[in-house]
Every structure is written in C-alpha cells, then in structure tokens.
C-alpha cells in the first residue's frame, strides 16, 4: 500500500485519499443519489417506494406503479394525503405526449357564497365543514389505469392493505405530526382512526389500520366505485352535512376526473411540462420565463445575485398566481398569457439586479399550513409519472370517515367568499389548487421528473432544482439536498426571505444588501417542502433523490 502523503487541491497534505478534491462541488459529496436502470420510484416513505418498486419488478409499468405507490403513502402519510384528498397527474408513456390528469374534486352543488354572507360568514373555515370538497384521487387511479395501466386496482391495492393491516413503524416525522394536529383531531374525535385511547401514536410504535385496509380492498373490488356510491358515500354525506357541510351523496356519485393538456414552456435546452389551472403550475413556468430573459446564460444559484433574480421571479409569479388562477372553467384570461413574452418583458422591467422590490403581504399563502405527497415513477421504457397527492392542511380538515379509516380534506378552503372574486365560493367549482407535478423533456425523451410538497413553496423549491440541475449541473440528491431559501409573502412585517443553516454566507449577505429580510433557520426545515427527483440519463442510468427532510427514499433496480 502506498502511503505517501495525499496531496489536496488546497495544498494540504493528507495521509489518505481526499475523495471531495474530486467532487464538483465537495460541499455536497455526501448527497449520493440512487442509481438504477430497468425502473426507480422516488416516494416521501420508504415503505411506498418500496411497493412501487416491487409492481415495477412484477412486470407493471410506471402507472401501475403510481398507483401502488399512491395507495401505500395513504397508509404511512395519513396526514399528507388519504382517500379522502385530491391528486394531480403528469404521464408521459414511451410513444406518447405528455398528458395531465387532474382527479381534484368540486366544490358541494349547493356552495353559495351569496348565502353564507347573508349569514355572517366572511370567510370558510380552514377546519370547517364547508371546506370540505368531493375527493378526486381515487377516481384518479381509476382513470389512470384505464387510459395506460397493466394490472387491476384491486391487485395493485392490495400491497397498501397489507401494509394498513400488519402495520408500520411509527417515525420521528409522524409522530410530531399526530402531536402537532392532535387539537383539531380531537375537536372531530378523529385520533380513534388511529388510536383506542386518543393519544398520538407513539415513537416505534407499530401503527395498524384496519378499517382502512379494509376500506381500500372494497375500493379496489369496486372498481373505485367503493367512495362515490354505497355506504362509505352515505356515510362522508352524512357526517359532512352534520358538522354543518354541503357535500352530498349526488356531489360523490357525479365526480369524474379529467384529462387535460399539460403547460410547457422552452427553458434553455429543454422544456418544461407541468400541469395547468386550477394548479399553481403556470407561476413556475412565469418564474423560469422571468429567469430565461434577464439571464440568457446559465446561472450559478450558489451566488447572491442569482439568488436574488430567483426570489424577485418567483414573488411575481406567486403574486400573478394570486391575481389570476382559478378554476380554469372561471379563467379571466388564458393562463399561458402569464408566461408570453410581452408579460415577461413587463415584469423584467422592474426587475433591479441591485434592489429588492417592495410588495404587499399574501393573504393567499399557505406558508406551514399544506402537507402533501409526491411520487415520482419511471419504469424501464422510462414511462414516467409525476404525481402529487394531498389534503391540504396537515389530516385535512380533520372531519373523520369512522368505517373507512380516514380524514376528509380542507381544499374548499381556498375559496373566497368576496363577491365578485374569481376565486369565489361557487356550485361545481374547483377551489384553486398548489398542486404542481413537473417533468422536463430533452426532444421526446424525458430527463427528469420533478415534485415536491409545500404550497407557495412548490413553485419555490422546483424552481431552485431545475435551476440547480439544468444550470448548475448538480445531481438529483445534491440539489435535494442543497440548503434552500423560501419566500415567506404571509409574514405580517412584510416579506421575508427564509434561508436553511448552511447556505453560502455570500448568499445571505447578499440577500440582506440588496434590501431583502432574512432569517436564517435550521438545516433541514420542513417548511421548505419534501422533493422527489429521477433523472434519466443519455446513458440509461435512472439516477434518483428523496429529501432528507422526509422519510423518504428513491429505490431503484
């Protein structure tokens, strides 16, 4: 063995092998992305990505795999997502265009802004039962498997009953979370959904759901029908409705999801794919075109100006997501007027490289409040999807379905009971939605597919990956894992930048010279979302991220 000194790019010498002086960027050389080839799923549990995994090995392709996956993170995540929610789709299949499903649900038939002011009401309660809209997602998984799916629901459940039935091990994350929604869970005596004596699951406790497994295998023998029609679909009236709600048996039984055109938009050598309004997607689209125009060149985000030029996009994208988006049958305009280039050029105008631009709060924010659930998928044609899967508010609205072993979601919260609003609370609406599941495309190939969780921060953090792989040339788990900065518009002082320990000192200072307020937090703050990243490379190697900041793992084979 040789043991002579190492010599460092720094000039130091070492007695073993410095791996970093031969990392592009050695600050992250611990960010070791999986690597596969024939198919690799990426889910906020290790336990769902795990299941995916396993439909991919059986043969089922990368919707099969969706949907296995989808069903397990209801069973490990019960706060971020359930039956109960919504859920947006982006597909790619091998021969095909990329395609958006949207299975979110409506607002009840009977919403009615005009009647709930007469009655006082100024706003829908976050918690309320008139928050409470038509779950989409397992219409979802219906429609998805139909259009491009292999296998039967039924068997692609069944991994997620098995799963509710044996049980899972509590984490740290879980466990803070049950801890954290434990006043609303018992204002709606929901925690017997989890719990015989109303506490929170424990840590390392084994968590079993058998009413939900149960719940998900009718599903799957109905053929998705088990949640819109029968008893569970009585049941979700009836509770709803006696908590003072809307929703119906009819609200139920006529929901169908849709399959739409996704956005795109060209942002230098690729384009990028995301799914359209009701969805926040058109404001990272905004924020990249933003980007595109004032840097033509690539950016280097470790830098304060570039930095920056990323905050300034993605505040006027949030505040033109604000103004506009909406359900896209109420639209006042055409969402990809956001992303022209006369708009864009407009925007750029008061852009200043030296000065931050003064702007009001959001009272459309949900900084802390979402939870979601994103899965990323590619099986080995590299058939992709990006899905995303949520509540809303961490367990929804908290309102419990006893039978079936789930919360309802809050999404009707959203709504605006302003007269007038394009937002307003109306029969049949979808409520404006921060779901926002991306891919980037080279030609017809896909190169990566992209998502994460965390409302306003969505549009945030994709916008700080894409810029950290396209531009920056980072991997998948390096720019997961890189320290991220979160735009927080509902600060009550005015806007504040919110940086992760261990962003570049130059950075912050950066920041604060150029008129920006910023705090800087912990390492690893789950305000600045979960994010799941496969990249596909030129080569065939599937190279894959989970976020430290959740349970999750990207598994690969």
Known sequence: MNTDAQTSSKGENRGWPWLSDHEKFPRLGDARPVIGEFGMVSAPHHQ???IGLDILRAGGNAVDAAVATSAALMVTLPMQCSPGGDAIWLVKMPDGAVEVLDASGRAPAR??????RRGGLQSIGHRSALSVTVPGAVDGWVQALKRHGTMSLAELLEPAVRLAEEGFFVSRHIHASFLSALPVLQQWKSMSLWSPDQSAPRLYEKLKQPKLAAFLRAVGKSGGRALYEGAIADEIAETVTAAGGLLSRDDLANHRSDWLEPLRIDFRQSTIYTSPPATQGVALLQALGMIQRL????????????????????????ADRDAHVTDR??????PRTLYSEPHIAAAAKDFSSGRTRPRERSTASTKGLGDTAHLAVVDKDHGSVSLIQSLYFDFGSGIPVHS?????????AAFSLEEGSHKEFKGGARPPHTLTPSMVLKGNEVSHVIGCMGGDGQVQTQLQ????????GLDPQQAVSRPRWYLDRANEAGLQVLVEEGMEAEVVEGLRQRGHRVAVLGPAEEIMGHAQVIAIEPSGALVGAADRRSDGQAIGW
């Open 295 to 318: 840097s033509p060149e690539d950016l280097n985000p470790m830098s304060s100006a570039s930095t920056h030029l990323m905050i300034e996009a993605a505040a006027e994208a949030l």
């Open 48 to 50: 769902a990505s795990l």
């Open 329 to 334: 049958d109420r639209l006042r305009i055409d």
């Open 465 to 472: 990956l894409l810029i950290d792989m396209i531009d920056a």
């Open 111 to 116: 919403a009615d802004a005009t009647a709930l």
């Open 404 to 412: 079936a072993g789930f919360t309802l979601q809050n999404r009707g």
